[in-house]
């Protein structure tokens, strides 16, 4: 193999992983992809260029965006930037509870959106979702399934909830939902607003099993509404070794933690 081939090989391989991330944030700077790629600065432009002229992508001020830009608001964006790396290891850990064919219900929020954004092209199963970034998303998976629930868009979240959401989910089963929170204890999981709650509820009832996407920063935050007991948990995916008093609360209440590796 020649040299020109494998730095074309290389070449196609990263403008992949520009297209990836993409995909999953809606909007990329060039400072980013640098230090993603550990590349320079004029080959992430020239990748940018390329992309653009094959209609991949949009290159904009500071970065590149999606050609049909994104339902993702830009608080949206903000939150999925905060903890990326955590949220990231804790989606790879979490795609691992994934069959190829499996139906999944998948809850609203920047952590488990990048469980999706985890999932891989031959992802044949079937999404069920009131998320609508998720859902959005869910357009670069052709070989999956998709259910929509309706209800009231909740900007906050990015999400449709309500008692039409609640209703749509009558005769439904998933395999497993994976849940996202604002905030967890040894008392419980806690949401933000009470408006999500029989939504989340609801998602959780229509699984065999609820697996809880939390980052480390969860344990140590605080919301208002308690959701549910920590025994409503079976699987807990998180990015760090938990704080005692949740540790030890989850080995009571039967609750299986992983925690997600860095990237190799």
């Known amino acids: ?40 600065d004029m080959t992430v432009r020239r990748d940018l260029k390329q992309l653009a002229e094959a209609g991949e992508l949009r290159v ?5 965006s999606l050609p049909h830009g994104t339902l993702r608001t830009a608080d949206f964006s903000s939150r999925a930037q905060h903890e990326r790396e955590a949220k990231r290891r804790i989606a790879r850990q979490a ?29 044949r199963g079937c999404v069920i979702t009131h998320s609508v970034p998720v859902l959005q998303h869910m357009l670069h998976l052709p070989a999956a399934r ?28 998933a395999e497993v939902v994976f849940l996202g929170v604002a905030a967890v204890n040894e008392r419980g999981l806690y949401v933000a607003t009470d408006l999500e709650r029989p939504t989340k509820l609801a ?3 229509a699984a065999d099993r609820v697996v809880l996407l939390a980052d480390h920063s969860k344990f140590s935050g605080s919301a208002p509404v308690r959701l549910a007991p920590l025994d409503a948990v079976d699987v807990l995916v998180t990015d760090a070794v938990l704080p005692a008093p949740a ?18």
Do not use: C, K
């Not at 391989?13 to 980013?32: K, N």
């Not at 998709?146 to 089963?173: F, M, P, Y």
């Open 1 to 40: 193999m020649t040299e020109s081939t494998t730095a074309a090989r290389g070449g196609r391989a990263r403008r992949d992983e520009i297209m990836r991330r993409l995909q999953a944030a809606g909007f990329l700077s060039v400072t980013y992809l640098t230090a993603e790629l550990g590349v320079s």
């Open 60 to 64: 904009v001020h500071g970065g590149a």
């Open 95 to 123: 795609t691992e509870l994934v069959r190829p064919a499996a139906t999944i219900a998948v809850d609203a929020g920047t952590t488990v959106f990048e469980l999706v954004a985890a999932l891989p092209d031959t992802f």
């Open 146 to 173: 998709v259910i929509g629930l309706g209800g009231e868009l909740l900007a906050d979240s990015q999400a449709l909830v309500g008692a039409l959401t609640v209703q749509a989910l009558t005769g439904l089963r």
């Open 203 to 205: 998602l959780m009832e």
């Open 247 to 264: 540790a030890e609360a989850a080995e009571r209440a039967g609750v299986a933690v992983r925690i997600g590796e860095p990237a190799p």
